[in-house]
């Protein structure tokens, strides 16, 4: 079965980075483009950007340009979001999902807190 | 970027339909097909794929669940609602770059 699974939970300090990753099973990974979402707490879904999975090549949505890379592990059919420099306002919950048109699968999400 | 617009909240009693709402600042039509799809989101959960193409039901979702519309009207059904389905709905667009609506949340009486 088709499954996208994230890492753990993540506790970091304005300024820090962390990287989060999305693996894969059940399909080809490069048949399908890799999107990220993010979900501030209480607060509805935002459209983060996508990576094609076949070519490596990223694209980011405007409010995602700078601090924020999509990077792939191909051999291992993952998928990474690194953030850098983070501030108190990237704390969310972070969902990465596959797109075919729509996103069919999603993976459960990791939680990234931005405390001092 | 294409704005979606959805009602808040609503409340719906057990066993009566839900009709939620998203409407769009542009056309999401293209050749033939409406670019709108709907997602369920429980609390501390990914959101799960519900209606793909402004009617089509993604695969496992009960039939209880309905889409129409084209163009820049949209609406999702259920009927009948059961206590299960409390839960934030989102509409998204796929005819440009992604957007999501603001969810609206159905409580069930």
Redesign the interface.
């Given at each position: 079965q088709i499954q996208l699974v994230q890492s753990g939970p993540e506790l970091k300090k304005p300024g820090e980075s962390v990287k989060i990753s999305c693996k894969a099973s059940g399909y080809t990974f490069t048949d399908y483009a890799m999107?990220w979402v993010k979900q501030a707490p209480g607060k509805?879904?935002?459209?983060m950007g996508w990576i094609n999975t076949y070519t490596g090549k990223p694209t980011y949505?405007d409010d995602f340009k700078g601090r924020f890379v999509f990077s792939l592990e191909a051999s291992a059919s993952t998928a990474n979001l690194q953030i850098s420099n983070l501030k108190n306002e990237d704390t969310a919950t972070y969902?990465c999902a596959r797109?075919p048109?729509?996103?069919?699968y999603?993976?459960?999400?990791v939680m990234v807190t931005v405390s001092s | 970027d294409i704005v979606l617009t959805q009602s808040p909240a609503l409340a719906v009693s057990l066993g009566q339909r839900a009709t939620i709402s998203c409407k769009t600042n542009q056309n999401v039509d293209y050749y033939g097909n409406s670019y709108m799809h709907w997602y369920q989101q429980k609390p501390g959960q990914q959101p799960k794929l519900l209606i793909y193409l402004a009617s089509n039901l993604a695969s496992g979702i009960p039939a209880r669940f309905s889409g129409r519309g084209s163009g820049t009207d949209f609406t999702l059904t259920i009927d009948p609602v059961e206590a299960d389905d409390t839960a934030t709905y989102y509409c998204q667009q796929s005819r440009n770059l992604p957007t999501f609506g603001s969810g609206t949340k159905l409580e069930i009486k």
């Open positions: 999107h509805g879904l935002k459209w949505a969902f797109y048109w729509r996103f069919d999603w993976g459960q999400g | -």
